[in-house]
Antibody, heavy 120, light 107 residues
């Protein structure tokens, strides 16, 4: 079974750094893109960016370029989303997603989500 | 960026009703459209891909249609489990974009 399992909820202060993770299993991690989707409280879905772990090719939505960094460690089949300086507006649920085949594509599966809360 | 606009934003309906949700793209996306269902506190679930292909395991009361710029998701006979929020997503081109969502609530 193809699965994405994300790291647990985080509570951080503004200005702090953070790296959340997403571990893929049940498939060849280096052969599929893996990406991130943000959902702010009570709001819709926003695609942030995507990485191909096989060669680390990374694409960002213009809305998120420069705001976050997407990376992957293929030795442990894990993708990451990181912030160097969090803002209150980064408070959201973050989902990792895998396109069914290539990119761009529809997303399935989705991780269970990681809730990030940024508050002083 | 391709803008995806869903209508209505909220839909009130009863069990057994036939409902249709519309998604319009700001430019042609051929059939590169997916639909998702999301329940509170859960990750979205894929229902339809390539505009009209039903994902395995999804009940046949769900169907999708359309191409180009106008698409619909139809639920032929609403069941209690269907009350949720629905999103369309285009994957014709980068950046991938979603509709703003349609909340389907019990009348």
């Amino acid at each position: 079974e193809v699965q994405l399992v994300q790291s647990g909820a985080e509570v951080k202060k503004p200005g702090e750094s953070l790296k959340i993770s997403c571990k893929g299993s049940g498939y060849s991690f280096t052969s599929y893109w893996i990406g991130w989707v943000r959902q702010m409280p009570g709001k819709g879905l926003e695609w942030m960016g995507i990485i191909y772990p096989g060669d680390s090719d990374t694409r960002y939505s213009p809305s998120f370029q420069g705001q976050v960094t997407i990376s992957a460690d293929k030795s442990i089949s894990t993708a990451y989303l990181q912030w160097s300086s969090l803002k209150a507006s980064d408070t959201a649920m973050y989902y990792c997603v895998r396109p069914r085949t290539g990119y761009p594509n529809w997303f399935d599966p989705w991780g269970q989500g990681t809730l990030v809360t940024v508050s002083s | 960026d391709i803008q995806m606009t869903q209508s209505p934003s909220t839909l009130s309906a009863s069990v057994g009703d036939r409902v249709t949700i519309t998604c319009r793209a700001s430019q042609s996306i051929s059939s590169w459209l997916a639909w998702y269902q999301q329940k509170p506190g859960k990750a979205p679930k894929l229902l339809i891909y390539k505009a009209s292909s039903l994902e395995s395991g999804v009940p046949s009361r769900f169907s999708g249609s359309g191409s180009g710029t106008e698409f619909t998701l139809t639920i032929s006979s609403l069941q209690p489990d269907d009350f949720a929020t629905y999103y369309c997503q285009q994957y014709n081109s980068y950046p991938i974009t979603f509709g703003q969502g349609t909340r389907l609530e019990i009348k």
